[in-house]
């Protein structure tokens, strides 16, 4: 079995024939990864988490993309942010370790200060932590000081309400939950930290904020 990770740089400004390319493979992933119905035209926010991020990694096997992350760079006030624009590795190879390698890929390329993501998904928690990141907020709900201003000014940047009372909660994230089955995560403390804060109906989303062990 073949594996390779091919990264984009700035994939906006490829040429249309090879944006047609990413959008017409990376978009069926999406589909299944999310357990939503293909519709035409590709939806903007679907063709915005492909081709308008700052870097795109493809994983690949035997010729096969199994998986992507897209990934955006940021500066707050305590330092460098990788942001995690999107993540989707295919339902017949969740947990088989793509994930934690592209996420290790793209870290190794531009990480900095924080590893930042907005997810309704358990497992992506249980993705980070296995990759080598101290993540928050903990099993404990706690956050350092700079920890809670790093998921402040992110939201400041994107433009999103937070819960006063928990900096990591964005209410009303997506507007509708974005899974049609909601991935669970087997690990009963991970899975109850995501059912105890969010309200999954109403679309709130976690932003989980971690930093390199």
Known sequence: ???EIIVYDKPWLLTAQEQRFLLTTCYPLVCQGFGREAVD??????????????????FVVD???????????????????L?????IVLPN????????KLLKHGWELYG???????????????????SGFKIYPDKELESPIAVRKVAMELALVFGWDIDPT????LPNAYGRPIYKTRPQNK????EGLFTRLLNFKRGDALLLIAQSN
């Open 1 to 3: 079995m073949r594996e």
């Open 41 to 58: 035209p590709i939806p903007e926010s679907t063709r915005k988490h492909i081709l308008n991020c700052q870097h795109l990694c493809l």
């Open 63 to 81: 010729g096969q993309i199994i998986a992507f992350t897209s990934w955006e760079k940021l500066m707050v006030s305590e330092g460098r942010v």
């Open 83 to 87: 942001y995690l624009f999107g993540v």
């Open 93 to 100: 190879f969740q947990g088989s370790g793509c994930g934690s």
């Open 112 to 130: 900095g200060e924080y590893l930042a993501a907005r997810t309704q998904n358990p497992v992506l928690y249980s993705t980070i932590q296995k």
């Open 166 to 169: 928990n900096y990591h909660v």
């Open 187 to 190: 690990n009963q403390e991970i």
